[in-house]
């Protein structure tokens, strides 16, 4: 079993950015080579947003949901660690934000992930 502790998210006005971050502890030897973040709005289902996915010696294949390409960027610090970098933020983009995690993946179901952060509140006021 894989353990996802989220950080970071708040308040934030439109333009403005915000970092999250997921650090993954337990069983993580093989469960983690792809790490992702999901977000789901009040009254939506829960979006893929990105996700970086183990290639080989120790590089990572980052995937983007097409519409965020641009704002927001996924970093893998480590491998059990990876960050959301979220810029030009916008009222749409509120959600709550979860970090997922998966054996090697490039999938953006949320059915692909058998793990999962608490989810972090990100709001973006107009």
């Known amino acids: 079993q894989v353990q996802l502790t989220q950080s970071g998210g708040g308040f934030v006005q439109s333009g403005g950015s915000l970092k999250l971050s997921c650090t993954a502890s337990?069983?993580?030897?093989?469960?983690?080579?792809?790490l992702a973040w999901f977000r789901q709005a009040p009254g939506k289902e829960r979006e893929f947003v990105a996700s970086?996915?183990?290639?080989?010696?120790?590089?990572?294949?980052a995937h983007y949901d097409d519409s965020l390409w641009g704002r927001f960027t996924i970093s893998r610090t480590s491998g059990t660690s990876v960050d959301l970098i979220m810029k030009n933020l916008r009222p749409d983009d509120t959600a709550v934000y979860y970090c997922?995690?998966?054996?090697?993946?490039?999938?953006?179901?949320?059915?692909?992930?058998?793990?999962w952060g608490q989810g972090t509140q990100v709001t973006v006021s107009s």
């Open positions: 997922a995690a998966a054996p090697s993946t490039t999938g953006r179901a949320v059915g692909d992930y058998a793990n």
């Open positions: 970086t996915v183990y290639s080989r010696d120790n590089l990572y294949n």
């Open positions: 337990g069983r993580t030897y093989s469960d983690t080579s792809t």
